[in-house]
C-alpha cells in the first residue's frame, strides 16, 4: 500500500458540515436557570438557536456503526422522568419536554444564566447605580468615574471604599479590557437606609454597590476630539446574539453605555489578567514596601525591565495603583523615551505621583519634578548622552518615597548593555524582570553574578568600577530578583501604532491649550512672543547649518529648556546676525514643557510659540531644543484656513531626490575601546 493510501486510511472519512456541527453542539456546556437548581440541556439550546441540523440530512452521512447504535439505544427502555432529561449536580432529575422548550432565543438567554449584577438609574445619561451579587467580575470598555457605596471593589490595582473620592476610570479599545471585582467582605457591612432606599430591598451580604458617572477629563476630550481616535473609548458588543454567560440583561448593558460603559461579555475580548503568580509576587513586593515606609527606613527603588509588549508599562501603572492606595506616593523615573508614561515622548523624566493612574499615558500627563529632552525616540541614536540624561534627572531623587524605575523594551546588544548602566545608575532594591513574548526579545535572567559581572555602554562592570572609585562603602549590587511570566495568551488590539501613541500622547499635554469648553485649531489660539535674543536654539536629531535652522523650528515642536551658565557657555557655537545663540550640541539641562513654534517673524526678529508652560516657569526659559517630535497630522490638517493648509506638503522625497528633503543625521554610537 502506497504512503498516500495509508495517510488517507489514517485520517480517516472527511467528516461533512452536519457531522462537524453535531460535534460543535456536543462541546457546548450545560446552563443553569435562573432559580439556580434546574439546567437546560444543550440539545435544548441548540434547538432554539436553530442550531440543530435536519434530520435527514445527518442520516445520510451516519455510517453503520452510528446507525447501529441508534438502533441499539431505540431498543432500550425510555428513561423515568421523560423526554430531555438530565442529571443535576446534586442527583435530581430536571426534564423538559416540547410545551416547556423556550420559544425563542431571546427566551432561551433569560433563562441560560441568571444575571448576578443589575443597573438602577440614577440620573439618565450621567449616573447609574451598578449593583453587584456574588463576588461577579465586571469587564469593560470606556470611561467611567467610579464610586463604592457599599463594599469594596478593586480596579487596575486600586482599592475602592466607601468615602474615598470617585476613580477616574479609563478602558480604550487599544488596550485590554478592565475588571471591576468585588472584594469578600472581611466582616459583615450593615448598609445605610439611604442605600436600602434606592436599592428598594434589604442588601444582601454578598452585595456590592456603585455608582458610575459620566467622567470628563479635557486630555481624553481633546484628543478623542480628532476623527482618528474619536471612537477610541467605543465598543461594540459582537455578542449581543450569542447565548453566553451574562453578568447582567442586555437591557442594564444599554443603560451603561450611556455614560460610557460598554459591558465585555465575549470571552474572545483581551481582557488585563493577572495570574496568581504575579499576583503573589507583587504582594510580597507591596509588602516590603509598606514596612520600609512604616519603619523609615531606605525607601525601595524597584526597576521594570522586560523586552517589548511583555507588560512593563502595564505592570508598572498596576504597581503604582498598588502602592499608592497602600502608602500615599511614590517617584517614578521614565527612562523609556519612545512611550513615556507622563510626559510626551522623548524626554527622560522623575514624576511625584500621588494619585492613581486607571488608564493610558493619553489620560494621565502631569509636570515632572525633574526633567530632561533627549530629543531622540531612541536610546541607540546617542548613548553616551542618553546615559548622562538618566544620571541628571536621578539627582532629583531625594529617596522620600518608594521609586519605579521603568526602562526600555530594547534588550539586546546596546540595549542589554545600556539597561546595565541604568541598573549602575539607580542602584535597585528589586527588580521585576518580565519574560517577553518572543524568546528573541528576552533578557538573561539578571542574578546578582550577572549585574555585577556584565559590562554596560558607558560604564564597565559594577565590580570594576567600584574597584576605580576604591569607595569601600560602596556594597556590591545584590537586588531581590523578582521573575514574572505573565503567560497572558490574549493579545491586546493592536491596530494603533507607537507613532499613534506618542501623538496621542502629546495632544493631551497640549489640550490645557484649548479654551473650556471649546475645541479651537492651532492657528485660532494666541501665542507667545519671545525675542530672538532671549533664547538660544540647537536641533538634537539633525545636523542642520546655523542658516537653515530657522526653517526647521518653523512649525515644529520644542521643548523650553533652562541651561546653565557653565553648560552655555561650553557648548556656545556663536550667533546669528542679529538672532538667536546656536548651540552646537545638545544640553543636559532641565526642560520645562514644550511648545509649538506657531511662525517666525524674520522682519522684527521674533518667535510665536504655543506652550502650556506656566508664567513663573516660562521666566527662566533661555533655550528651545528642537528634536523627533512633530506636531501631529491631524492638528495640522484642522486648521480654519482658506486654499491650502500651510505647513502641510506633498511635494516630497524620502528618497532624497529633492534637494534639502531629508536631514543629515549624526553618528553619535561608535563606541571607543576602554581602557
Not at 158 to 183: K, Y
Not at 274 to 285: F, I, K, S, W, Y
Not at 301 to 316: D, F, H, P, R
Not at 393 to 399: A, D, E, F, K, P
Amino acid at each position: 500500500m502506497d504512503l498516500a493510501m495509508r495517510k488517507k486510511r489514517k485520517r480517516g472519512k472527511k467528516k461533512s458540515k452536519a457531522e462537524q456541527r453535531v460535534k460543535a453542539l456536543q462541546s457546548m456546556p450545560e446552563y443553569n436557570s435562573p432559580n439556580g437548581d434546574t439546567t437546560t440541556t444543550r440539545k435544548a439550546a441548540a434547538a432554539t438557536a436553530g442550531l440543530l441540523p435536519d434530520k435527514t440530512i445527518v442520516k445520510t452521512v451516519q455510517t453503520k456503526k452510528h446507525k447501529r447504535r441508534k438502533t441499539q439505544k431505540d431498543a432500550s427502555p425510555p428513561p423515568d422522568k421523560g423526554h430531555g432529561s438530565h442529571e443535576m449536580q446534586h442527583g435530581e432529575r430536571v426534564s423538559y419536554s416540547d410545551e416547556t422548550m423556550p420559544a425563542s432565543l431571546s427566551d432561551l438567554l433569560a433563562t441560560v444564566r441568571p444575571p448576578t449584577c443589575r443597573v438602577i438609574e440614577q440620573r439618565h445619561g450621567e449616573e447609574y447605580i451598578l449593583v453587584i451579587e456574588h463576588c461577579q467580575e465586571v469587564c469593560f470598555h470606556g470611561k467611567a468615574l467610579v464610586s463604592c457605596l457599599h463594599g469594596s471593589v478593586f480596579i487596575y490595582g486600586c482599592t475602592l471604599h466607601p468615602g474615598q473620592e470617585p476613580l477616574p476610570v479609563f478602558s480604550p479599545r487599544t488596550h485590554s479590557a478592565l475588571f471591576i471585582t468585588p472584594l469578600p467582605h472581611d466582616q459583615p457591612v450593615v448598609a445605610s437606609e439611604d442605600l436600602k432606599h434606592v436599592l428598594g430591598e434589604d442588601v444582601k451580604e454578598d452585595t456590592v454597590v456603585v455608582l458610575l458617572q459620566k467622567v470628563r477629563c479635557p486630555m481624553v476630550d481633546y484628543v478623542t476630539s480628532v476623527k482618528e481616535y474619536a471612537n477610541v473609548f467605543y465598543w461594540e458588543n459582537k455578542s449581543r446574539d450569542k447565548v453566553l454567560d451574562r453578568v447582567m440583561s442586555p437591557e442594564d448593558s444599554k443603560q451603561l453605555e450611556s455614560v460610557g460603559v460598554y459591558v465585555v461579555d465575549d470571552p474572545a475580548t483581551p481582557r488585563l489578567f493577572t495570574p496568581e503568580p504575579v499576583r503573589a509576587a507583587l504582594a510580597h513586593v507591596l509588602e516590603q514596601v509598606e514596612n520600609s515606609v512604616t519603619k523609615g527606613t531606605t525607601a525601595p527603588v524597584i526597576l521594570l525591565c522586560g523586552g517589548k509588549n511583555s507588560g512593563k508599562s502595564t505592570l508598572a501603572r498596576f504597581l503604582i495603583n498598588l502602592i499608592v492606595s497602600s502608602c500615599g506616593d511614590l517617584y517614578h523615573l521614565e527612562c523609556d523615551i519612545g512611550q513615556s508614561e507622563f510626559t510626551p515622548s522623548g524626554f527622560v523624566s522623575l514624576t511625584h505621583v500621588n494619585t492613581p493612574t486607571a488608564g493610558p499615558p493619553f489620560t494621565h500627563q502631569r509636570t515632572p519634578d525633574r526633567c530632561c529632552y533627549y530629543g531622540h525616540l531612541s536610546p541607540g541614536d546617542d548613548p553616551d548622552r542618553y546615559v548622562r540624561t538618566v544620571k541628571y534627572v536621578l539627582q532629583g531623587y531625594r529617596g522620600n518615597a518608594p521609586l519605579i524605575v521603568n526602562t526600555m523594551g530594547w534588550t539586546q546588544g546596546m540595549g542589554l548593555h545600556l539597561l546595565m548602566d541604568t541598573i549602575h545608575l539607580v542602584r535597585p532594591s528589586h527588580i521585576l524582570q518580565l519574560k517577553a513574548r518572543k524568546a528573541a526579545q528576552d533578557l538573561p535572567q539578571l542574578s546578582t553574578e550577572f549585574l555585577n559581572t556584565q559590562p554596560g555602554w558607558a560604564y564597565a562592570n559594577i565590580q570594576v568600577e567600584r574597584n576605580k572609585e576604591e569607595d569601600d562603602n560602596k556594597v556590591p549590587l545584590s537586588p531581590e530578583l523578582v521573575y514574572l511570566q505573565v503567560g497572558n495568551e490574549m493579545l491586546r488590539h493592536t491596530w494603533f501604532t507607537a507613532s499613534e501613541f506618542r501623538s496621542m500622547a502629546l495632544m493631551a499635554t497640549l489640550s490645557s491649550l484649548q479654551p473650556d469648553p471649546q475645541t479651537l485649531p492651532l492657528n485660532a489660539l494666541p501665542p507667545r512672543v519671545v525675542p530672538w535674543a532671549a533664547v538660544a536654539v540647537h536641533v538634537c536629531n539633525a545636523d542642520v547649518p546655523p542658516s537653515q535652522i530657522m526653517y526647521v523650528l518653523n512649525a515644529s515642536v520644542v521643548a523650553l529648556c533652562h541651561v546653565d551658565n557653565n553648560e552655555f557657555s561650553r557648548l556656545r557655537q556663536g550667533a546669528l546676525q542679529d538672532g538667536p545663540v546656536v548651540l552646537q550640541d545638545t544640553p543636559i539641562c532641565q526642560a520645562y514643557g514644550i511648545g509649538i513654534v506657531r511662525g517666525v517673524d524674520m522682519e522684527r526678529r521674533l518667535f510665536y510659540i504655543l506652550t502650556c508652560v506656566q508664567e513663573e516657569r516660562l521666566l527662566q526659559v533661555n533655550a528651545l531644543l528642537c528634536g523627533a517630535l512633530s506636531v501631529p497630522l491631524s492638528l495640522m490638517l484642522q486648521q480654519n484656513v482658506d486654499g491650502q493648509v500651510p505647513y502641510v506638503t506633498s511635494d516630497f522625497s524620502p528618497d532624497g531626490e529633492i534637494f534639502g528633503a531629508t536631514p543629515l543625521r549624526i553618528r553619535k554610537n561608535l563606541q571607543r575601546e576602554r581602557r
